[in-house]
């Protein structure tokens, strides 16, 4: 009976002991996963960010820069429609 009572114990250690092994590497899998998806998921946010960021840049320079063409068009055409009334 000792025999049967030591062999169970040392089942029941063993088994402890790899269970205990067992959760550390599920536990150590399941860091490095979140930490790439966390990686992962920053760099998006970043490559975002940036594109909202340039795509915001871009429509304000146009729109100023659409501005800026339409009044110097303007001013241009006017001196030229005086000389062509001028002409007349």
Do not use: R
Not at 16 to 33: C, K, P
């Amino acid at each position: 009976m000792k025999t049967l009572t030591a062999l169970l114990l040392v089942s029941v250690v063993s088994v402890g002991i790899t269970t205990s092994a067992q959760a550390a590497t599920i536990t150590d899998t399941l860091t490095e996963v979140a930490t790439t998806q966390l990686a992962e998921l920053s760099n998006t946010i970043q490559q975002q960010a940036k594109n909202a960021l340039e795509k915001t840049a871009a429509e304000l320079f146009f729109a100023t820069g659409s501005e800026l063409a339409e009044q110097t068009v303007a001013n241009t055409a006017k001196p030229g429609q005086d000389n062509a009334a001028k002409k007349e």
